[in-house]
Each structure stands twice: as structure tokens, then as C-alpha cells.
């Protein structure tokens, strides 16, 4: 167990609707990283936040946002969902940022949308 | 051209053997340079990070790294049925954040 949390684990949805995964980082870490997973994709990186603020962005379109909250627990909202958006998505915490400090995974939110 | 490039596989190797995993990178700022290892259903994680060329060793687990060749590995000595996973390789650059970017992944099946 990594002691990064990821809620729910699976969800199906239809085209068109708005989700939103939530992530609770392990105990101490300050930085959460979100990543799409997809078979031909592999692993894309979304955002980072680092302590509340957004530190750095990746592939992330702009359907899609982020938020950390003051108890360090992130969320990741995904709207207007299309067919293309069924992934797994995971969040990974690590204590730092800007070092090669280990990053532990959760165990991801499997999205399918139909 | 992607960034890092990953040889899929899948990949399976009898019990015993020694397994080599490998990734190409077209970046010449990477400088830390990781292996994931991803079980089905699972998330990913670390199992051994390096930083700039060398070699590092931990246990049956060896990582090398080749700048000049951009190209990096991961040997597995005695493989066991428990090391049967995806392994992912994933590299960075350095100074502030800088993003993760990882390879898609090589599927290794280890049969007793």
C-alpha cells in the first residue's frame, strides 16, 4: 500500500457528463501529481500542485481541471466527456518538488464513458 | 518521434533467466532517469532511480545509463514469476519541476 488514496475506483459514465476523482496524498506530502493512463498513450502527466498552488502543467485539455485543498487532498474534475477520456487516471504524492524525491502512486480511477 | 521510446513487448523469459528492458530518449536534459514497475490493476512504482550516466544495483535489480548514447536499462537477475509486470521507464530533467516523462511500458511474463 503506497498510502496515496484514489476514490472511486471505477466509474462509467456517459458522453457528455462531468466527473470528478479525488486523491488523498500520504501523510506529510505537500506535491500531487495527476497522470492518464491509456494503452496506446501510456503515462501522460496532467498537473502538478505543490501545497495548494499549481506548480506545473502538462498535457492536461482545458475540459479538464484541477484543485488541492488546504488539507492537501486534490481533486480532479473532468467535464463534457467524450469517448477518448476513458483512461485510468492516477494520482502520486511525494513530499518535494524540483528533486528526484520518490513519487508514490495510488492505485488509479478506471473512467469509462459510453 | 516521442520523447522516450519503449519497446512494448510483451516479453517472456523462463525462471532464472536474466531479463534486460530497455528505453531510448531523444532529450539530451533528462538527468534523472527511473523504473517503475506496474502490476495489473495497480499503480505504478519505484523501483530504483539514477541520476545522470552510471550504473546503480540493488539486489537482482541493476540500472545503467548511457548519455552519450541516450539509451538506458534495466537488468533483472534471476527472474522470478513475481517479477512478471509492466515496467515502465520514466526520466526527467533538473532544476525546479520539471515534468516526468514516462515510456509506454514493456510487458514481462516470467514463467516458472
Known amino acids: 500500500d503506497s498510502g496515496v488514496t484514489q476514490t472511486p475506483k471505477h466509474l462509467i459514465t456517459a458522453t457528455g457528463q462531468r466527473v470528478t476523482l479525488r486523491c488523498s496524498p500520504r501523510?506529510?506530502?505537500?506535491?500531487v501529481y495527476w497522470y492518464q493512463q491509456s494503452l496506446d498513450q501510456g503515462l501522460q502527466f496532467l498537473i502538478q500542485?505543490?501545497?495548494?498552488?499549481?506548480?506545473a502543467k502538462g498535457n492536461i485539455l482545458e475540459r479538464f481541471s484541477a484543485q488541492q485543498f488546504p488539507d492537501l487532498h486534490s481533486e480532479l474534475n473532468l467535464s463534457s466527456l467524450e469517448l477518448g477520456d476513458s483512461a485510468l487516471y492516477f494520482c502520486a504524492s511525494s513530499v518535494l518538488t524540483g528533486v528526484a524525491t520518490e513519487a508514490f502512486f495510488g492505485q488509479g480511477t478506471r473512467l469509462t464513458v459510453v | 518521434q516521442k520523447e522516450v521510446e519503449q519497446d512494448p513487448g510483451p516479453l517472456s523469459v523462463p525462471e532464472g533467466a536474466i531479463v534486460s528492458l530497455n528505453c531510448t530518449y531523444s532529450?539530451?536534459?533528462?538527468?534523472?532517469f527511473m523504473w517503475y514497475r506496474q502490476y495489473s490493476r495497480k499503480g505504478p512504482e519505484l523501483l530504483m532511480y539514477t541520476y545522470s550516466s552510471g550504473n546503480k544495483e540493488d539486489g537482482r535489480f541493476t540500472a545503467q545509463v548511457d548519455k552519450s548514447s541516450k539509451y538506458i536499462s534495466l537488468f533483472i537477475r534471476d527472474s522470478q514469476p513475481s517479477d512478471s509486470a509492466t515496467y515502465l521507464c520514466?526520466?526527467?530533467?533538473?532544476?525546479?519541476?520539471?515534468?516526468?516523462?514516462f515510456g509506454t511500458g514493456t510487458k514481462l511474463q516470467v514463467i516458472p
Open positions: 501523510s506529510g506530502d505537500l506535491s
Open positions: 500542485y505543490y501545497n495548494g498552488e499549481e506548480r
Open positions: 532529450n539530451s536534459a533528462f538527468q534523472y
Open positions: 520514466a526520466m526527467r530533467q533538473t532544476g525546479g519541476y520539471q515534468k516526468v516523462t
